[in-house]
T-cell receptor, first 109, second 117 residues
């Protein structure tokens, strides 16, 4: 059974700081997805990456996929309070999405 | 607005009660999902429906009973639950459903926060 480990579990920072969160898999990703879940809402897809070494940017968010397709990072530049939420990585495994436990990010102004 | 709505948003029930969770999607999708999100565990897939047919039951106890009367509606019927069933229950939908070799974006509803006393 594939396991996704996310770190850190919790992160509390000030507005304007940079941060990186990580996702590591016990096996090669089929298709890596990153989600953000805000309090009281369901997860929302941020990005999908499938190619080893791939880098995608979404405004202040930069997603990197490891060459071996077993790890990924999400870097946020100049964090804002609106970035607060639970960041989840997931892999498509057959007919199911496998999720990590997530990183809870809190950005205070 | 994600196009997926869930009711109720919060539910408190005793272990002997029977209740139902409702999910409705307004996106014209053909696949719908139930997930369970507990405080200390990753988000877990429970059931998958493609074109109203159940295609996945992820070893879910029989006290959870799904129903999909049409492609837009999904229910989760609950009976004789246990306190450990307390969690956030999320519904999601996607255009075609997850099949091997494809990536089909799932859109999640806001969830129902369930507390079993």
């Amino acid at each position: 059974t594939q396991l996704l480990e996310q770190s850190p579990q919790f992160l509390s920072i000030q507005e304007g700081e940079n941060l990186t969160v990580y996702c590591n898999s016990s096996s090669v990703f089929s298709s890596l997805q990153w989600y953000r879940q805000e309090p009281g809402e369901g997860p929302v897809l941020l990005v999908t990456v499938v190619t080893g070494g791939e880098v995608k940017k979404l405004k202040r968010l930069t997603f990197q996929f490891g060459d071996a397709r077993k790890d990924s990072s999400l870097h946020i530049t100049a964090a804002q309070p609106g970035d607060t939420g639970l960041y989840l990585c997931a892999d498509q495994a057959g007919t199911a999405l496998i999720f990590g436990k997530g990183t809870t990010l809190s950005v205070s102004s | 607005e994600t196009g997926v709505t869930q009711t109720p948003r919060h539910l408190v029930m005793g272990m002997t009660n029977k209740k139902s969770l409702k999910c409705e999607q307004h996106l014209g999708h053909n696949a719908m999902y139930w997930y369970k999100q507990s405080a200390k565990k990753p988000l877990e897939l429970m059931f998958v429906y493609n074109f109203k047919e159940q295609t996945e039951n992820n070893s879910v106890p029989s006290r959870f009973s799904p129903e999909c009367p049409n492609s837009s509606h999904l229910f989760l019927h609950l009976h004789t639950l246990q306190p450990e069933d307390s969690a956030l229950y999320l519904c999601a939908s996607s255009q075609e459903g997850i099949t091997s070799g494809t990536t089909d974006t799932q859109y999640f509803g806001p969830g129902t926060r369930l507390t079993v006393l």
